[in-house]
């Protein structure tokens, strides 16, 4: 499956949630979709998920257009966090309405989580606990096996251990049945190791889309007496710096070269990797 994304806006009256959007998806790798709130996360993800039309540009799921596409959206299972207050039907019968509805289901696996998120059967979903009712949520999700998978923040009731259980299920999951995964997050120091690829949205505009490797090998820190780092880092993208005394820190976004490490070392500076998380931190701070 290839996802594409072709110079997509959208508007709400005179606002623009999203500005000229493109970039493609592959198969069988895990993206981490970031951005502060009102970013215009979720407004991209309910696009992609055909819950509305683009006012400009357009998508392509495997050379076709999703929205209204029975055949194409029976492929995308978008999975976000819902209110059930309303849904007074079992745990059972929620995964098999999504297994009669999905050509992908596998009863078996889904029957492994159930077990795994400890999942009562028989109770009504809207007298589940928050946790219990996101488990179930990425149980149908992650049991679905859609080629393409988006989980827009449906794990935030989970406490940390069942989160954990969720991420370790994304990471054997994907590589036994490969498919393309979204995960729209704020928990970024949490899940980074889950992503192959990053994108980053601000302000509706996509900023950053890079494999995880290449995206951290360019946010450095450069620490040592404050002279010779204003010197080293003179030319540089410097995403923030922190002073105590004749000591200097600063956060620059550029993938150094050897010889660069090499001369860091020489003039006495200290050169340490960035995480992700700060990463996306100063890269989305309004100026």
Same mark, same amino acid.
Do not use: C, W
């Given at each position: !499956?290839?996802?594409?994304?072709? /110079?997509?806006?959208?508007?709400? /009256?005179? &606002?623009? =949630?999203?500005?000229?959007?493109? &970039?493609?998806?592959? /198969?069988?790798?895990?993206?981490?979709?970031?951005?502060?709130?009102? =970013?215009?996360?979720?407004?991209?993800? +309910?696009?992609?998920?055909?819950?509305?039309?683009?006012?400009?540009?357009?998508?392509?799921?495997?050379?076709?257009?999703?929205?209204?596409?029975?055949?194409?959206?029976?492929?995308?299972?978008?999975? $976000?966090?819902?209110?059930?207050?309303?849904?007074?039907?079992?745990?059972?019968? !929620?995964?098999?309405?999504?297994?009669?509805?999905?050509?992908?289901? %596998?009863?078996?696996?889904? /029957?492994?989580?159930? %077990?795994?998120?400890?999942?009562? #059967?028989?109770?009504?979903?809207?007298?589940?606990?928050?946790?219990?009712?996101? =488990? !179930? +949520?990425?149980?149908?999700? #992650?049991?679905?096996? =859609?080629?393409?998978?988006? &989980?827009?923040?449906?794990?935030?009731? !989970?406490?940390?251990?069942?989160?954990?259980?969720?991420?370790?299920?994304?990471?054997?999951?994907?590589?036994?049945?490969?498919?393309?995964?979204?995960?729209?997050?704020?928990?970024? +120091?949490?899940?980074? $190791?889950?992503?192959?690829?990053?994108?980053?949205?601000?302000?509706?505009?996509?900023?950053?889309?890079?494999? $995880?490797?290449?995206?951290?090998?360019?946010?450095?820190?450069?620490?040592?007496?404050?002279?010779?780092? %204003?010197? &080293?880092?003179?030319?540089?993208?410097?995403?923030?710096?922190?002073?105590?005394?004749?000591?200097? +820190?600063?956060?620059?976004?550029?993938?150094?070269?050897?010889?660069?490490? $090499?001369?860091?070392?020489?003039?006495?500076?200290?050169?340490?990797?960035?995480?992700?998380?700060?990463?996306?931190?100063? #890269?989305?701070?309004?100026?």
């Amino acid at each position: !499956m290839k996802v594409e994304v072709k /110079n997509l806006s959208l508007k709400y /009256n005179d &606002f623009e =949630a999203l500005k000229n959007i493109s &970039f493609e998806l592959e /198969n069988g790798k895990t993206y981490g979709l970031l951005g502060r709130n009102g =970013a215009g996360k979720t407004s991209l993800l +309910s696009l992609i998920a055909s819950f509305r039309e683009p006012t400009e540009g357009k998508i392509l799921i495997d050379g076709e257009e999703p929205f209204e596409n029975a055949k194409i959206m029976q492929q995308v299972a978008f999975v $976000y966090e819902k209110d059930y207050k309303d849904e007074t039907g079992t745990v059972k019968e !929620m995964l098999q309405i999504a297994e009669y509805y999905r050509p992908n289901f %596998d009863k078996e696996y889904a /029957n492994y989580l159930i %077990d795994r998120f400890h999942l009562p #059967l028989k109770k009504p979903v809207n007298k589940l606990s928050k946790g219990m009712q996101s =488990a !179930m +949520s990425v149980t149908i999700g #992650l049991a679905s096996r =859609a080629p393409f998978t988006i &989980f827009d923040e449906a794990y935030l009731g !989970m406490d940390a251990p069942t989160r954990e259980m969720f991420y370790k299920e994304i990471l054997a999951d994907q590589e036994k049945n490969p498919r393309i995964i979204i995960l729209s997050t704020h928990l970024v +120091s949490e899940m980074d $190791y889950l992503f192959d690829e990053v994108l980053i949205i601000k302000n509706g505009k996509l900023i950053v889309q890079e494999e $995880y490797e290449d995206l951290i090998s360019k946010g450095v820190s450069i620490t040592g007496e404050s002279r010779v780092v %204003d010197e &080293f880092t003179s030319g540089m993208k410097i995403l923030n710096e922190q002073q105590l005394g004749n000591t200097k +820190s600063v956060m620059v976004y550029e993938k150094l070269l050897e010889k660069q490490r $090499y001369d860091a070392e020489r003039l006495g500076l200290d050169v340490g990797p960035i995480p992700l998380q700060d990463l996306f931190i100063h #890269l989305t701070e309004e100026v």
